[in-house]
């Protein structure tokens, strides 16, 4: 057989091959799945890590609001604030599971193999979009909370820092408030890299020009 | 409906097996990918209005499952037990084992997702015309892109076989 006849090669190979014929379908264990086994057992500890953490973050906002309304407690804004930290990031881990879950059970068959790409990566855009500005608003509702804590203890800063101090401190404040959205942004396309350079990969090649 | 799906998929079995092999040849998790594609054709099969071949219909669910596994493998990499590091070692670890079915999966292993669906169309003997369907470009270009693959196969499968 000539090496570069590939069709006579292929044609070969799978000419009475076992391997290729396997069993016969069975219907009956395939009717009432919803994925295989690994792809399954992935979901569902994503969806248990998912419950587990929306639990915690309902125990949390049930605790404050049972501490703050039913027994009115008085507690400092600072003190607080590692409250408000756990919660936001319990916030983040939900959030973040559930974009994964959404991404995990995105299907695109009906289309062409470009056009499904086309459509995943679309999706993906909006998804990243979303999950930037859940995490921005989270940076800087935290950012604003320690600013508003240091705020209403401020004759205590004054005991520490000097007027002159006190300038480079905000500067340092407004400085890494404006870094956020380039952090989040650079931990962004590093989480999302490997996923969309394999779909530009099939984008790009299917799109290109003959 | 459960008739007709179980005698078109048993008729045309061997497509199941050859999408598996292109795109997770010597993977470990390859009999589930495969269980995978299964549900996933299941599933869309009400939507198979018999407008085209029930194989090319199925090339394109098995294609496109295929590489949403591979997508969903980048999301989570804890999905897949071999890297695919590992899974070239594996291949040179047997070192004797070079019939044509090897050596040809292992050339087409070498390509990228969508050379793989194309030249596993072209192999199968799809015309031009319903190549493109699948894909999603033009004739004209799935002409170059064969002529491209084809070359490029050629050229891994004599890299191969002067080692």
Redesign the interface.
Known sequence: ?K??D??L??E???MN?K????E??N?EK??G???????SR?LTDLKVKIAVYSTALLTLIGILIYAFVYLNLGISIPMILPFVVAGLFLFSMVTSGLI?LY??TK???????????IF?SKRLKKIKLIDFVIYLSLCYTLALGFAFGYLTNFDGIKLFFNPGEMKILLVVFISILLIIPWVIKNSFNQRYR??FS??D??IN??K??? | VEKEFVELINKHNAILHKVCNIYFYGDSNKEDYHQEILIRLWKSFPGFKKQSRFSTWMYRVAINTAIDIIRKLKIQPLLTELSKNEFDMSISDKGGESDEKEILYRAINKLSDGEKAIIMLYLDDFSYNEISEIVGISETNTGVKINRIKKQLIKIIDEYEER
């Open positions: 057989m090496k570069d590939l069709k090669m292929w070969h190979i799978h091959n391997d290729m014929i396997g016969p379908v219907i395939i009717r799945l919803e994925h295989a086994k690994s792809i992935f994964r991404i995990l299907e695109s068959n009906k289309f062409s193999i470009k056009e499904s790409a995943f490997d996923l394999y779909l990969e099939v090649y299917l290109e020009a003959s």
